[in-house]
């Protein structure tokens, strides 16, 4: 069986059905005038966005490309800029249809739920495939490319590693800049449309609402796909760096690659269950999708492992059921966490009562209690995995669990969709017919939205775990017996620096989210003060003056945390040495971890006891407990779609960078 053909099908199969899953879209009704001069707005608004993006991370690329190519080799430097283009690409792909999909959502939902539905979450679908169509593609095809040319079998997936990087530097800027766009927008509407000006969240006469809904797009919907394709394909040549590392046979290296592929199929064959006519039933359609993606691959996965390996099948076999069992329990736990219906949101909807500063405790108190689920479980998984099959046991459990990665991403791009769709039934008028279908879809993706960024915390520690093993194995290689012993100076020093990063990094974007709103609110107050007529509805906002001033703003702000996230291993390693590094690496995963999901649970959390007090509930909209949720939910905006989600990115990019420097520093240090 020729893993890397059937792979490189695969993975222009699903770019073949993304393709037709965008016919299939465009083909639905845009809907009135009205409804179509909006979605304009925020199209042409997020793709200004993206292309600015693009012009200034490619900058950034290109001089990566030529420093990585004169230190490292041409080959890495290759694989490097084709990583950054992939992700680029299935980021731009991705939101390009999404935002599309959103005012199509809109039509659709007069005629029925079902119909609404379906076009919101292929619309998310063609995110998913395009993300693990090209990753795939990429990760095979250069495998493949390699191996025609004569590179030694044992060499190829080292060199794959710059595929990764570059997925992973795209993935960092998508996630700081989207976060800090989405954000910014956000808050700033929130700030003076609901609290000084009292009007709803996508009432037009809000200067900031096109920003908003922009902001979902690029940072919820390209955010979140680069972010999974840089985890994707990390973790797929993670495990076969491990594979050569560990001394296995070919068809361990190749393992990966066949679970990925089959993973794919399943996702394909499983987008077509997600359907339902009853608005209570949204949750449990999407669920049963994800499920049966789970039960399919699983399925193939145990054929795959039959046939592929001779020694021991099955115990790499339960490794990928560990996977899937984490997977599943991770969204459980999350969705206890930030849906309505439990304990967590509720207990913060109640505290609200008391005015805001109770609500901020309540909140910041639910999201460290989420953190201690989530570690003990992915804690078990790790110890059931090694015990499956010993580390290489663990890169295959985080294989399974990022091998749905194309199902996850579709619900996480439903959410911006839906919203969307919300925004636009609200700010064309449309009948309360439309809008009870299209808040029953919205509500709905404020939990998928919580849960994926559960999913995608959880599955960038198991990488990163593995890419420490890859960053240990290559300094074996070149000779040296590293020992991280925790009576080392070096690797306490190291420890420690890696636990501060993601604090400092997190407070680098937090600032920047709050100055950029600072800006947005600045100039929404400037405008109901000088634009006459805005509140009565016969003055029109300047939407794009709103959109200019937080694109400047996030372009400029993600700067210096991408900074702190490339240099910082590398000073570390050049300056410190390899031992210390190592500990920086170990203290980036732990220290990120856990701020990650506090911030992400905890965020998600306050926006959904807010949503429950505009529910009716604790005196409903416009009552002192909304006021206070609201504040909440101000805090919790930047906690969860700016710092947290973006943490993932820096422990996977200071990871790849430490595994690609690790050679060269291997005999180097100043102290």
Request: charged share 15%; hydrophobic share 50%; proline share 3%.
């Amino acid at each position: 069986m020729n893993v890397l053909y059937i792979s490189l099908g695969v993975a222009i199969l699903s770019l073949v059905y993304a393709a037709y899953n965008i016919r299939v879209i465009l083909r639905h009704d845009s809907g009135t005038k009205k409804m179509i001069a909006i979605a304009d707005a925020i199209q042409e608004g997020a793709m200004a966005y993206m292309n600015r993006q693009f012009k200034t991370v490619g900058f950034f690329a290109l001089v990566l490309f030529v420093l990585i190519g004169f230190g490292l080799g041409w080959k890495i430097a290759i694989t490097f800029i084709v990583g950054a283009l992939f992700s680029g690409v299935a980021g731009y792909v991705g939101m390009n249809v999404s935002v599309r999909a959103n005012v199509r959502t809109a039509a659709a939902a007069k005629n029925s739920l079902e119909e609404a539905l379906s076009v919101a979450f292929r619309g998310g679908a063609i995110t998913g495939l395009s993300v693990v169509g090209l990753s795939l593609l990429g990760v095979a095809g250069f495998y493949l490319i390699f191996k025609l040319i004569g590179v030694p079998a044992e060499e190829i997936p080292h060199l794959l590693i710059g595929f990764g990087f570059g997925a992973s530097l795209i993935s960092l800027f998508a996630r700081l800049g989207g976060g800090i766009f989405t954000k910014a927008a956000d808050v700033g509407a929130d700030l003076v449309g609901k609290i000084e000006a009292g009007i709803p969240e996508d009432d037009p006469r809000n200067p900031a609402t096109i920003a908003d809904n922009v902001g979902d797009n690029v940072g919820d919907c390209a955010g979140m796909g680069a972010d999974l394709f840089e985890t994707y394909a990390v973790t797929l040549i993670a495990a076969m760096i491990l594979a050569v590392a560990e001394g296995l046979p070919v068809a361990y290296v190749m393992y990966p690659l066949a679970l990925g592929a089959v993973a794919v199929l399943a996702s394909m064959v499983s987008i077509n269950f997600v359907k339902t006519s009853n608005k209570d039933q949204i949750m449990r359609a999407l669920y049963k999708g994800m499920g049966i993606a789970q039960i399919l691959s699983l399925i193939g996965f145990f054929i795959v492992t039959k046939v592929m390996i001779e020694d021991a099948p099955m115990s790499l076999f339960w490794a990928t059921v560990v996977g899937g069992i984490i997977t599943v329990l991770i969204i459980v736990i999350t969705e206890y966490y930030t849906a309505t219906k439990y304990r967590p949101v509720r207990e913060v909807a109640k505290a609200s009562e008391t005015g805001a500063g109770t609500n901020v405790i309540m909140g910041l108190a639910a999201g460290m209690e989420s953190t201690i689920g989530i570690v003990l479980l992915i804690v078990v998984g790790i110890i059931a995995a090694y015990a499956c099959a010993g580390l290489y046991g663990i890169a295959i459990a985080a294989v399974s669990m990022l091998s749905t990665t194309g199902m996850v991403i579709a619900m996480d791009t439903y959410g911006p969709i839906t919203d969307n769709a919300g925004g636009i039934a609200e700010m064309s008028e449309m009948p309360e017919k439309v809008r009870k279908v299209t808040d029953a879809l919205d509500a709905v993706g404020n939990t998928t939205k919580a849960v994926t960024k559960g999913y995608a915390i959880g599955s960038a520690a198991l990488a990163a775990l593995v890419l420490f093993q890859d960053y240990n194995g290559a300094l074996l290689e070149e000779g040296r017996r590293l020992i991280f012993d925790l009576t080392d100076y070096q690797v306490i020093v190291g420890l420690f620096l890696g636990g501060l990063i993601p604090y400092a990094f997190s407070s680098m974007t937090m600032k920047s989210v709050g100055k950029a709103a600072h800006a947005v609110v600045q100039e929404v107050r400037r405008q109901f003060k000088e634009i006459p007529g805005i509140m009565q509805g016969t003055g029109k906002p300047d939407y794009k003056r709103c959109v200019d001033i937080v694109t400047k703003a996030a372009l400029l702000e993600m700067i210096g945390p991408a900074l702190l996230a490339v240099l910082s291993p590398v000073l570390v390693g050049y300056i410190l040495g390899p031992k210390a590094l190592g500990g920086l690496l170990v203290g980036v995963i732990v220290s990120g971890l856990l701020l990650a999901i506090s911030m992400a649970n905890g965020g998600a959390t306050w926006d959904n006891a807010k949503k429950y007090i505009e529910d009716g509930h604790h005196g409903g909209k416009g009552s002192e407990a909304h006021k206070a949720a609201v504040v909440g939910d101000t805090v919790g905006d930047p906690y969860k779609d700016t710092a947290g989600p973006a943490i993932n990115a820096l422990i996977k990019v200071i990871n790849t960078i430490a595994l690609l420097i690790a050679s060269s520093i291997a005999s180097w240090s100043l102290f």
